[in-house]
């Protein structure tokens, strides 16, 4: 079968659609149920988020690659700045489809004082729905309440001004202090 130039044109725009789509959409919306998982991390304890989302509000970060540029200066971020969301009742994380062993150097080197959530077998970075061509996570920002309702997701993260956004975002909705 050949193709026309016309439809070879048609077949590239919805291509260029459907990856477009993939990349900036996710199937979770606000007020749903924030699947459950149990990851590694980089500090060396595994976390389960039915169990930390009990006590405070549990904001996940999602990020692409480890030492990339945007996702460096994400950490970075959160590393120099993380004294905004400290006194805040919330446990906050990066997370990515990366081994955790390459996590642990990532945390490492950007001087991580947070954990970095590791999910190399992507099922979680599927279940969130930010699981970009199968390959890497892309870089959106989940707030979960208590009961592990989604109560915002952020698709248009900053990733220079991450923790400065995260802390706003937090008070924005409520989220108290530590006392």
């Known amino acids: 079968m050949y193709l026309t130039q016309k439809s ?9 659609f459907l990856l ?7 199937g979770l919306e606000v007020g749903d149920l924030a699947p459950d998982f149990r990851l590694e991390a980089s500090d060396g304890k595994t976390y389960q988020l039915s169990k930390i989302a009990k006590e405070q509000v549990v904001v996940i970060a999602w990020y692409p690659r480890a030492f ?8 970075k971020s959160l590393a120099e700045n993380g004294y905004l969301l400290k006194n805040m009742q919330v446990a906050y ?27 190399p077998s992507k099922e979680t ?3 969130y729905e930010v699981l970009a061509m199968g390959l890497f996570a892309k870089r959106q920002n989940f707030y979960i309440d208590t009961d592990r ?7 248009n993260v900053r990733p220079a001004h991450t923790a400065q956004d995260i802390a706003a975002k ?5 989220v108290g202090v530590r006392s």
């Open 93 to 119: 994380f990066m997370a990515s489809v990366d081994p955790l062993e390459k996590n642990i150097d990532f945390a490492q080197q950007n001087a991580a004082d947070f954990p970095i959530l590791s999910d």
């Open 125 to 127: 970075a599927r279940d």
């Open 68 to 75: 990339t540029s945007g996702c460096t200066l994400e950490c």
């Open 20 to 26: 477009f789509w993939g990349a900036h959409s996710s």
């Open 8 to 16: 070879c044109l048609i077949y590239s725009m919805l291509c260029i």
């Open 170 to 174: 937090l008070k924005e909705l409520g």
């Open 149 to 155: 309702t989604i109560l915002f997701i952020d698709r």
